[in-house]
């Protein structure tokens, strides 16, 4: 089966990432912007979300609030022009999976994105224990 992927970035910062994932087995939708991402969200189911850090209209706060508030949230990893601290830390304590900092790798792209779609899939099927 093809993992979704939805793809939140402007048209021209987007160009990297789609050609970097050319070839891949995942079935890949795109949105420019918050509205058009919530959109999407709302009326198809996605495996995994990978937001620009700055949107026209928002950021990856507010896309992370809408998935996690989702009956089926995928995970998020948010793409970012600099690598910081700060924003990774933020990040992975409201609950995105990851931070992706330009100049993207194929191969750190892949394994992120591999790594969380493998989380995502371990966390279907586990059964929380009751106490």
Known sequence: MNERLLLVQPPHRRRELLGLLEGTSLQISTASDFREAQKKLNEETFDLLLADAELPDGSWRDLLQLNLRLHHPCEMIVCSPC?????????????????????????EVYRIIRSALDNRYIRRFTVPVAS
């Not at 690598?83 to 790798?105: H, I, K, M, T």
């Open 83 to 107: 690598g910081d601290e700060e924003l990774w830390a933020e990040a992975l304590q409201r609950g995105a999976y990851d931070l992706l900092v330009e100049p993207f790798s194929r191969q």
